[in-house]
């Protein structure tokens, strides 16, 4: 089981993209989306994000959320410059069981449809609205590979 989850709304605009941070309502989905994921038992055992800082502060309050701290490790790879492609041979790589991934559009819907339906144009519902969560059963990285188990977006 895996967890891949879009970053909490971010402010529109900053000098860089790597540097727009979470609005307070992007702060209240991810906390949301964190308490919920454990109340249903997907509790993650580690987080990974990506280098963008909308990703990092997602991870960190999904992580406060936890009963049990999860570490929470920052990988290369899985920005919305990154190609989906790319990112994918980086989950194949890092991703273990009960792990998460907090990255971006497009790159999390193309993942989501390649693995769920075999095609990265697949209109993946529910779609990944800011801090939307997907939870995953996937013993492959095959095409089609994966099973839905559950999604979670903010309320």
Same mark, same amino acid.
């Given at each position: 089981m895996m967890i891949l989850m879009r970053h909490g709304e971010a402010v529109p605009f900053a000098p860089r993209d790597e540097d727009r941070p979470l609005t307070p309502t992007g702060q209240g989905e991810a906390t949301q989306i964190g308490r919920r994921l454990v109340e249903a038992?997907?509790?993650?055992?580690?987080?990974?994000?990506?280098?963008?800082?909308?990703?990092?502060?997602?991870?960190?309050?999904?992580?406060?959320?936890c009963v049990e701290q999860p570490q929470v490790v920052e990988w290369s790879g899985i920005t919305p410059d990154d190609h989906w492609q790319q990112a994918? /041979?980086?989950?194949?790589?890092?991703? @273990? %069981?009960?792990?998460l991934v907090v990255f971006h559009q497009p790159i999390l819907a193309q993942i989501l449809g390649y693995l769920?339906?075999?095609?990265?144009?697949?209109?993946?519902?529910?779609?990944?609205?800011? /801090?939307?969560a997907?939870?995953?059963? @996937? %013993?492959?990285?095959?095409?089609?590979?994966a099973r839905l188990i559950a999604a979670y977006t903010p309320e």
């Open positions: 038992g997907f509790a993650p055992a580690a987080i990974a994000h990506s280098t963008r800082l909308r990703a990092h502060q997602t991870a960190s309050l999904v992580a406060a959320s994918l /041979a980086v989950l194949e790589a890092g991703v @273990c %069981d009960q792990h769920l339906e075999g095609d990265p144009n697949f209109d993946v519902q529910p779609r990944p609205v800011p /801090a939307t997907y939870v995953l059963d @996937c %013993d492959h990285w095959l095409p089609g590979s």
